[in-house]
């Protein structure tokens, strides 16, 4: 049969393996969020909420749908093109 200890041994190793994954996804989702918060003029604590069941979706309806405290950035591109030239009010004299 199998050896008690040994399957301690083995649960004990799954179990920390799965909190390492664990950890690792769950700062590859708040990390993100952080930026995002903190980008849009929110709190970043607010990526936390994702910890909780069904935060990532709350969160996202909050981004949707939030006012953000952000001044959006002059859009860099073509300058714009010269006016055309105004025609003279008066006719020319000879």
């Known amino acids: 049969m199998h ?3 040994q399957m301690n041994g083995i649960i004990a190793a799954v179990i920390g393996f799965y909190l390492v994954f664990l950890v690792v996804i769950m700062a590859a989702i708040i990390v993100p969020f952080w930026f995002i918060f903190k980008k849009a003029g929110f709190s970043p ?3 936390l909420i994702n ?3 069904l935060g990532p979706l709350i969160l996202l309806y909050v981004l949707a749908f939030a006012e953000w405290k952000v001044i959006p ?3 860099i591109g073509w300058p714009p093109p010269p006016y055309p030239p105004q025609p003279p009010t008066f006719p020319p004299q000879a």
């Open 3 to 5: 050896d008690p200890q």
């Open 45 to 47: 604590w607010l990526a």
């Open 51 to 53: 910890m909780v069941p």
């Open 73 to 75: 950035a002059p859009q």
